[in-house]
Each structure stands twice: as C-alpha cells, then as structure tokens.
C-alpha cells in the first residue's frame, strides 16, 4: 500500500521555524519527484517548492524563497520542508507529493503531473 505520512505541523510565532517531514511506504521515494504544497482557508492548494529525483533541480516558490528549503533523504524514504522566519500569510496545511514529473510555472510556483501519491496534511499556523 503506497502510503505518505506527514509530520511536523503545529503553531509557531512569527518568525520561528517549522520542520516538516514526510516519510513514504510502499514505495521507492528514489523514483520519483517530490513536491510541497499549501492551501490557505479560502486560497487554492499551490505548489510552493519542488525537487527532480536527482535532487540536483528544486523550485521554490517566490513567496517562500530564501527561507523555506526542500530536501530528501532517500535512505529514509522521507521528504523534509525546512521552514524559516515563517510569516502569518505562510499559515496553511501542507501536503507532500511524489510524481512522475514537476515544472515550473508563474512567480516559480510548481506543479506536478502523474501523482503516485499525497500525503495527509498537517496545519501549520503562524500567529502572536
């Protein structure tokens, strides 16, 4: 059973840190392409920071560059968000993807196509 189990989320203050994790069953995460969305209340789900299988192409999102950082740990099976100076517009729930393909779109945002699976979402609330 493919399966993606998120972990990681919760409140933190305006400027904290948040480190999500990922960790992938059933599967090879080797294979694929990983990515992390958001969706805000009301907003569409957006695809903020993707990486190839290689891990040698990422994307990151123009509302998050330079301090969220994606990264994958193969050995593991599992897939992190590390997420810096958190904003309260970066309050949402994050899901993590793995794809056959990803590219590129407007503002750097990513979007992945022949999706193997998603992960369940965890909150992330940014307030005072």
């Known amino acids: 059973q493919v399966q993606l189990v998120e972990s990681g989320g919760g409140l933190v203050q305006p400027g904290g840190s948040l480190r999500l994790s990922c960790t992938g069953s059933?599967?090879?995460?080797?294979?694929?392409?990983i990515g992390w969305f958001r969706q805000a209340p009301g907003k569409e789900r957006e695809g903020i920071s993707c990486?190839?299988?290689?891990?040698?192409?990422?994307t990151s999102a123009d509302a998050v560059k330079g301090r969220f950082a994606i990264s994958r740990d193969n050995a593991k099976n599992t897939v992190y968000l590390q997420m810096n100076s958190l904003k309260p517009e970066d309050t949402a729930v994050y899901y993590c993807?793995?794809?056959?393909?990803?590219?590129?779109?407007?503002?750097?945002?990513?979007?992945?196509?022949?999706?193997?699976?998603w992960g369940q979402g965890v909150q992330v609330t940014v307030s005072s």
């Open positions: 993807v793995v794809a056959g393909h990803f590219r590129r779109t407007s503002q750097d945002f990513c979007v992945m196509s022949f999706i193997r699976a």
């Open positions: 059933g599967f090879s995460l080797e294979d694929y392409e």
């Open positions: 990486m190839s299988g290689s891990g040698t192409t990422t």
